[in-house]
């Protein structure tokens, strides 16, 4: 039974209260360096990384120490932190005192001395200072201690051992839910099972309607046993996808004739989790943090044992059993969980948790990426961060005296920067940009004072949540302005006075995703939209083996009239003249054929100008417009305008709320009208984008422009046909569909009825091909 010694400890190790005060903890990449910034101040003979492993009450363990220093015969754990040393609480260096003893343990056992210099070294990435306790320990009371580590954590060991025999038992004899698969499931479930076992890349586009969830979680699972793999990891972009998740999975179970011995957990937010969202998160203030790890243990054991779906709802429930806090059972949970649920956040964000358990236990891992098209962007949020001085200023009037003096200095370098960087903004209160060559280096120290201060005076006084705000929005910054490259751009905003803005818009997410994805043991990419692959391989940093493929639809081109508007520019300046063609258009199509539709802009701006030409040529058709800031319920109410007795067309803006992720079957939706190519602005921020993209890829136009308009225009004309009963058509308004370029963008089944189809129109999986 392998264990590392982290987890042993994390396990068997941790007491108290859980403490999760406002403390900057340190990024991992801050981490890194800071480790590496202590290990080269070390002598020459000192080992780095230094390797350790040996069999303790039956159980196989290994980790690596920090580092090792021979002469001394010192072994050195470091921990980074930032700001005052004292934050750091008892538990939890006791817990870091732990994991140190039990390398030192192992060091003895291993080289036959009888004692150790032990140095828990705590490093400040702020200051670059260390704080180094030491302590000598004999091995025998080393191994005493490790011992009685192993023997608390070795019945759970057992139980999960035994507990994996029966998952995989159960794995390879899984039945499928369903007496036969839908067109091109089944293609798309072999693909699926045959990348699990290689351990390969594989991007899958497969339309909607296959079946997606069932046709990718089923042979993932099923090749689990056979891949050696250890946990998989189903991930979406949006909240519908992982309920989604949630109920394929528990069709599977529902589907066995067994009970089946897999142990699902859902990740949600903390905002969706927390239930004393007005506490801090630590003993003093909240009641489910006082006592944490003392009543964990019994509360894991209810969830390991427990036979459903351990979702928010029933974590909540045994949460609430044991009066602990159901967001960090749920973090516990997923140490022990088979499959896991959640945001692509949670492997790819700079805290990630997945990745980090998935480092730290060395886990072979199966990752699977729902609506893989929508990651570029999300990534690209993941590692930007803006800095508004406004936020600074409103905060500052009612900070406490100690907080005003950092606050000014922050004040002062924010007027300075916008002095020497634009300096009309003094007399003018327009808007201004100015995209900077490199990060204001200046700003930075007084950023970082600020965070100190505002940890400091948060640790002894009640939550602000203002102050909080603040910090984390300081402290977001420092962080990626420590990583700035090419892959990120920085921008300067000025509305007036008081009102600038400071923006690290991240541009190529491949450089901070690569390393995710290189802790996978296989990993699927899949959407309806993956066209072309290299553009998605590129930017989200996959490996150059990566491979791609197309899965049959299951629809005939014979469900879609695909029309194209080819007499009609939408570009910018040809936009007022094009609204009394697409107003006759509109007219036609719905006297032809009355119904519900959604048509598709550019811009609200432009929806609005189409809506009114509409009505003022055809008052007597129901419109109804998609609004800015739409909340849940207006956005369900705009959807419920769609029903099977309805007509009247609905009014959206592409690449919103309405442009994917909704499913109108059958009458409710019989046709749409895209009257633009979905481009991006012709800015100077795009222009940069592009710059930067041909730089790197040598597809500048076509990775900024092209591929994600036309993305946007393929989602938003699929939620037409949804099943293989529906009839409909598609208007596509603009005179560039005619283009080869765009049109090999566009699905091809569109175009291809099915009996003509090619056998090899679906090959198997090809490698892309290298820039």
């Not at 981490?31 to 390797?51: C, L, M, N, S, T």
Request: glycine share 6%; charged share 25%.
């Amino acid at each position: 039974m392998r264990v590392a010694v982290r987890t042993l400890c994390e396990f068997a190790a941790r007491r108290g209260d859980l403490d999760h005060r406002y403390t900057p903890a340190p990024s991992s990449e801050e981490g890194i360096a800071g480790h590496g910034k202590v290990q080269a101040r070390r002598g020459p003979d000192y080992q780095r990384e230094f390797a350790l492993a040996g069999e303790c009450a039956g159980l196989q363990l290994s980790g690596r120490a920090d580092g090792y220093a021979p002469l001394a015969n010192r072994i050195e754990e470091i921990k980074t932190h930032r700001g005052d040393l004292a934050r750091i609480s008892e538990p939890q260096r006791a817990l870091h005192r732990a994991q140190l003893r039990a390398y030192g343990a192992l060091h003895c056992h291993t080289t036959g001395k009888d004692s150790v210099e032990l140095a828990l070294v705590y490093f400040d990435v702020g200051k670059e200072k260390e704080t180094v306790i030491k302590e000598s320990a004999s091995a025998d009371s080393l191994w005493q201690e490790l011992t009685e580590l192993c023997e608390a954590y070795r019945q759970w060991a057992q139980q999960e051992e035994s507990h994996r025999r029966q998952r995989n038992q159960a794995l390879i004899a899984l039945k499928f839910p369903y007496g036969n698969f839908r067109v091109g499931q089944r293609q798309l479930s072999e693909t699926v099972y045959k990348n699990s076992l290689r351990g390969e890349t594989l991007m899958v586009q497969a339309p909607t309607g296959l079946g997606k969830t069932l046709g990718t979680l089923f042979p993932a699972l099923m090749a689990m046993p056979k891949a050696g793999q250890d946990r998989l990891f189903y991930l979406t972009t949006r909240n519908p996808g992982r309920r989604l998740a949630l109920d394929s999975l528990q069709q599977l179970r529902d589907a066995q004739t067994n009970a089946l011995p897999l142990r699902i957990l859902e990740l949600s937010a903390k905002d969706h989790a927390c239930e004393q969202p007005d506490k801090a998160c630590h003993g003093e203030s909240c009641p489910l943090a006082q006592g944490f790890f003392d009543r964990l243990p019994a509360a894991r054991q209810a969830a390991a044992d427990f036979e459903g779906i351990l979702t928010r709802e029933a974590l909540s429930r045994i949460a609430a059993e044991h009066t602990l806090c159901p967001y960090f059972l749920a973090q516990e949970m997923a140490r022990w969980s088979d499959l896991v649920v959640g945001d692509v956040n949670r492997m790819f964000d700079q805290h990630a948790l997945l990745h980090g358990l998935t480092r730290q236990n060395e886990w072979n891992i199966s990752l699977l990426v729902d609506e893989a098209h929508n990651l570029v962007d999300r990534a690209r949020g993941m590692y930007s961060v803006t800095l508004r001085q406004s936020r600074l200023l409103q905060v500052r009037r009612q900070a406490p005296a100690e907080l005003k003096g950092p606050m000014n200095r922050v004040a002062s370098q924010w007027r300075a920067l916008i002095r020497d960087a634009l300096p009309e903004e003094q007399t003018s209160d327009r808007d201004q940009t100015q995209f900077l060559d490199s990060i204001p280096k200046a700003l930075l120290p007084s950023l970082n004072l600020l965070v100190s201060a505002i940890t400091d005076y948060l640790t002894e006084q009640p939550p602000d949540l203002a102050l909080q705000e603040l910090m984390f929005e300081c402290l977001a910054f420092t962080r990626l302005a420590e990583v700035f490259g090419d892959h990120s751009l920085c921008e300067l905003r000025t509305g007036g006075r008081g009102k600038a803005a400071l923006t690290i818009q991240n541009l190529i997410p491949a450089d901070f995703l690569k390393p995710r994805f290189e802790a996978a043991g296989s990993t699927l990419l899949f959407s309806a939209t993956l066209s072309p692959g290299v553009y998605h391989r590129d930017l989200l940093g996959l490996p150059d083996s990566t491979c791609w493929q197309a899965i049959e639809s299951p629809f005939s081109a014979r469900q879609l009239q695909v029309q194209f508007a080819r007499h009609v520019s939408t570009r910018r300046q040809h936009r007022d003249s094009s609204l009394e063609p697409i107003a006759q258009i509109i007219t036609q199509q719905y006297r032809q054929q009355p119904g519900n539709y959604l048509a598709y802009f550019s811009s609200f701006a432009y929806l609005k100008a189409a809506m009114d030409a509409l009505q003022a040529r055809a008052a007597d058709i129901p419109v109804w417009q998609q609004h800015p800031d739409m909340g849940y319920e207006e956005r369900n109410n705009f959807l419920d305008r769609f029903t099977a007795d309805s007509r009247g067309v609905g009014f959206a803006v592409l690449g919103g709320a309405f442009g994917e992720g909704i499913d109108l079957p059958g009458k409710r939706l019989i046709g749409a009208f895209v009257a633009t190519l979905g481009l991006p602005p012709f800015d100077a921020w795009h222009d940069i984008l592009k710059q930067r993209l041909h730089d790197r890829f040598g597809a500048g136009y076509e990775y900024t422009y092209l591929y994600p308009g036309l993305q946007k225009v393929t989602q938003a004309a699929g939620r037409v046909i949804r099943t293989p009963e529906d009839r409909g058509v598609i208007w596509l308004i603009d005179d560039r569909y005619s283009q080869p370029q765009v049109r090999s963008l566009l699905p091809q089944w569109w175009f291809e009825d099915m009996t003509n189809k090619d056998a090899n129109s679906n090959p198997a999986p090809n490698h892309l091909h290298k820039k």
